[in-house]
C-alpha cells in the first residue's frame, strides 16, 4: 500500500525532518492550549461504558474506513486481506472478501469508502484501477464505474492528507460523486507540489451518465495559503486538505487563512461561512515539534511504516528530533495544521477534529469540535481508544480498542440536545 521509497526525496528536501501523522506520546504539553469551542459550554464528554459494540473479527488490524448504510449495516475497509467486512445492523456477519493483486476483481490499491455511498451500496476508490468499486455485495461481481472515461486522468486523483495515507476523500452530494482531481507535479519543487495538492479541484461525477463538471477550485476559491507559511529551513507545509458534503446539496472546506469553513452548494455558488473559534495553537516548541512529526521519522529509520520502535528507542529518536530542530515556536506552528480531519453527519452538523500537541501531533486527540449549521460550537470528548470514521445525526460510528489493542466496530449514541 504505502512505498517508502517514494518519499525519500520529499523527506531529504524537508529537512527538519517534516511528517504528518504521529503516534508518539513523548511530547511537552502545549502551553495555554484552551479548548477550541465556546468556553462558557463545557465540552461533551462520552464516556466508555456509553460505547456499543456491533462486531468484530479476528481478521481486523486496521480499520482505514468505515460506512454506515440505511439499514444499520456496517462495512469496513482493513488495512490487510479481506479488505471488506460487513457487519449486519444485528452484529452478524455480511461476509469479507477484497484481496491483493491486479485483477479485475482484485484490488491493488484500495483507497478510502465513498462518504454516504451511492445507490445504497458501499462503494471503494482503488487508485490502481482510477474505478470507483462496489464492496457491499460480495459474490454478486465487482460492479465499478471507472474514472478513466471522465475528465479525471489517471494519477490526478491524489491524497490531500498524510503523505503516511494514501486515502483520498471522495463523496456523494446529490446524484454525483465528488472527486478531487489535481495536475500539480513536481517540476516546481516540493513546496508548490505540496499547495498544488491543497488546490485540487473538486470534480463532480455522475456515475449514470460519466459527465463530470468542475464544483470548486480550491485553488481560486480559497485565501493563498503561502502568505501562512514561514519557512525556517527548507520543508514544506504539512497541512490537509479538509472538505466534506455536509447535506445533500453543500460541501463544506476548511480554509486555514480565513479560519472559516467555508460553503458551496451544489452548483458551485458560495454559501455564508461558518467563522471557527480562535486556532488552537500558534507557537510550538521543538520538542512538541518533534512529537508531531515523529512517524514518518519512524518509518525512515525502520523502513516500514507498520514497524513500532521500542519506548526507549522511540524517546531517544524524539530527543535527537528536538535537537536537530530549527526554527521559531512561530514559525515551526507554521509548518503543522490545526485541524486532521473534518466529517460532516447528514443533517449538516460539522466535526472538525483539532491537531492535539497533548496527545502527540498529527493524529489527533480525543476531542472534535462540534459545529452546529448555525455555527454554535462546542467541545466532544470522545472515550480513549475510540477512533471516530463517520457521524450521523444521532450516533457516532468508528473503531473501539480493548485493553490487548483488539479492534471493534462500534459507535456512541449522542445525547439529545
Given at each position: 500500500?504505502?512505498?517508502?521509497?517514494?518519499?525519500?526525496?520529499?523527506?531529504?528536501?524537508?529537512?527538519?525532518?517534516?511528517?504528518?501523522?504521529?503516534?508518539?506520546?513523548?511530547?511537552?504539553?502545549?502551553?495555554?492550549?484552551?479548548?477550541?469551542?465556546?468556553?462558557?459550554?463545557?465540552?461533551?464528554?462520552?464516556s466508555?461504558?456509553?460505547?456499543?459494540?456491533?462486531g468484530?473479527?479476528?481478521?481486523?488490524?486496521?480499520?482505514?474506513?468505515?460506512?454506515?448504510?440505511?439499514d444499520?449495516?456496517?462495512?469496513?475497509?482493513?488495512s490487510q486481506?479481506?479488505?471488506?467486512?460487513?457487519?449486519?445492523?444485528?452484529?452478524?456477519?455480511?461476509?469479507a472478501?477484497?484481496?491483493?493483486?491486479?485483477?479485475p476483481d482484485?484490488?491493488?490499491?484500495?483507497?478510502?469508502?465513498?462518504?454516504?455511498?451511492?445507490?445504497?451500496?458501499?462503494?471503494?476508490?482503488?487508485?490502481?484501477?482510477?474505478?470507483?468499486?462496489?464492496?457491499?455485495?460480495p459474490?454478486?461481481?465487482?460492479?465499478?464505474?471507472?474514472?478513466?472515461?471522465?475528465?479525471?486522468?489517471?494519477?490526478?486523483?491524489?491524497?490531500?492528507?498524510?503523505?503516511?495515507?494514501?486515502?483520498?476523500?471522495?463523496?456523494?452530494?446529490?446524484r454525483?460523486?465528488?472527486?478531487?482531481?489535481?495536475?500539480?507535479?513536481?517540476?516546481?519543487?516540493?513546496?508548490?507540489?505540496?499547495?498544488?495538492?491543497?488546490?485540487?479541484?473538486?470534480?463532480?461525477?455522475?456515475?449514470?451518465?460519466?459527465?463530470?463538471?468542475?464544483?470548486?477550485?480550491?485553488?481560486?476559491?480559497?485565501?493563498?495559503?503561502?502568505?501562512?507559511?514561514?519557512?525556517?529551513?527548507?520543508?514544506?507545509?504539512?497541512?490537509?486538505?479538509?472538505?466534506?458534503?455536509c447535506g445533500?446539496?453543500?460541501v463544506?472546506?476548511?480554509?486555514?487563512?480565513?479560519?472559516?469553513?467555508?460553503?458551496?452548494d451544489?452548483?458551485g455558488?458560495?454559501?455564508?461561512?461558518?467563522?471557527?473559534?480562535?486556532?488552537?495553537?500558534?507557537?510550538?516548541?521543538?520538542?512538541?515539534?518533534?512529537?508531531?512529526?515523529?512517524a514518518l521519522?519512524?518509518?525512515?529509520?525502520?523502513?516500514?511504516?507498520a514497524?513500532?520502535l521500542?519506548?526507549?528507542?522511540?524517546?531517544?529518536?524524539?530527543?535527537?528530533?528536538?535537537?536537530?530542530?530549527?526554527?521559531t515556536?512561530?514559525?515551526?506552528?507554521?509548518?503543522?495544521?490545526?485541524?486532521?480531519?473534518?466529517?460532516?453527519?447528514?443533517d449538516?452538523?460539522?466535526?472538525?477534529r483539532?491537531?492535539?500537541?497533548?496527545a502527540?501531533?498529527?493524529?489527533?486527540?480525543?476531542?472534535?469540535?462540534?459545529?452546529?449549521?448555525?455555527?454554535?460550537?462546542?467541545?466532544v470528548?470522545?472515550?480513549?481508544?475510540?477512533?471516530?470514521?463517520?457521524?450521523?445525526?444521532?450516533?457516532?460510528?468508528?473503531?473501539?480498542?480493548?485493553?490487548?489493542?483488539?479492534?471493534?466496530?462500534?459507535?456512541?449514541?449522542?445525547?439529545?440536545?
Amino acid at each position: 500500500m504505502f512505498e517508502l521509497a517514494r518519499l525519500r526525496p520529499i523527506i531529504r528536501a524537508c529537512r527538519c525532518a517534516a511528517a504528518l501523522l504521529s503516534g508518539t506520546a513523548f511530547v511537552a504539553c502545549a502551553d495555554g492550549a484552551d479548548a477550541d469551542g465556546d468556553p462558557s459550554s463545557p465540552a461533551i464528554e462520552l464516556s466508555a461504558s456509553a460505547i456499543e459494540v456491533l462486531g468484530t473479527s479476528d481478521s481486523l488490524a486496521v480499520v482505514r474506513d468505515l460506512e454506515v448504510l440505511a439499514d444499520g449495516s456496517v462495512w469496513v475497509l482493513n488495512s490487510q486481506e479481506p479488505y471488506f467486512m460487513g457487519f449486519g445492523a444485528d452484529g452478524g456477519s455480511l461476509g469479507a472478501h477484497g484481496s491483493p493483486g491486479g485483477g479485475p476483481d482484485e484490488f491493488p490499491m484500495p483507497s478510502a469508502f465513498v462518504a454516504g455511498g451511492w445507490g445504497g451500496e458501499v462503494w471503494v476508490l482503488d487508485l490502481l484501477h482510477h474505478a470507483l468499486i462496489r464492496i457491499s455485495r460480495p459474490g454478486a461481481g465487482a460492479e465499478q464505474f471507472s474514472l478513466v472515461s471522465t475528465a479525471v486522468p489517471r494519477g490526478s486523483v491524489r491524497s490531500g492528507m498524510s503523505m503516511l495515507d494514501p486515502s483520498v476523500r471522495t463523496a456523494r452530494l446529490g446524484r454525483e460523486i465528488v472527486v478531487p482531481h489535481s495536475t500539480a507535479t513536481m517540476d516546481g519543487g516540493v513546496l508548490q507540489f505540496r499547495y498544488g495538492l491543497l488546490g485540487a479541484d473538486l470534480v463532480a461525477v455522475d456515475p449514470e451518465t460519466g459527465g463530470t463538471r468542475t464544483l470548486v477550485a480550491l485553488g481560486d476559491a480559497l485565501e493563498d495559503p503561502s502568505g501562512d507559511f514561514i519557512q525556517s529551513d527548507g520543508g514544506f507545509p504539512l497541512w490537509y486538505r479538509l472538505w466534506a458534503p455536509c447535506g445533500e446539496n453543500l460541501v463544506r472546506v476548511h480554509d486555514r487563512v480565513r479560519n472559516q469553513l467555508r460553503g458551496f452548494d451544489g452548483s458551485g455558488a458560495e454559501v455564508d461561512p461558518i467563522d471557527l473559534p480562535p486556532v488552537p495553537f500558534t507557537e510550538v516548541s521543538p520538542r512538541q515539534f518533534a512529537g508531531a512529526v515523529f512517524a514518518l521519522r519512524q518509518a525512515e529509520v525502520t523502513g516500514d511504516v507498520a514497524t513500532r520502535l521500542t519506548p526507549e528507542d522511540s524517546l531517544r529518536l524524539v530527543n535527537q528530533m528536538a535537537d536537530m530542530v530549527q526554527g521559531t515556536p512561530r514559525e515551526l506552528a507554521s509548518y503543522l495544521p490545526r485541524y486532521v480531519d473534518f466529517r460532516c453527519s447528514g443533517d449538516g452538523t460539522m466535526w472538525l477534529r483539532p491537531m492535539d500537541l497533548e496527545a502527540g501531533g498529527l493524529g489527533g486527540g480525543p476531542v472534535w469540535l462540534r459545529i452546529e449549521p448555525d455555527g454554535a460550537a462546542r467541545d466532544v470528548r470522545l472515550p480513549d481508544r475510540f477512533n471516530a470514521l463517520r457521524f450521523t445525526p444521532s450516533r457516532i460510528w468508528g473503531v473501539s480498542r480493548d485493553e490487548f489493542d483488539r479492534p471493534s466496530v462500534a459507535s456512541i449514541a449522542l445525547p439529545p440536545g
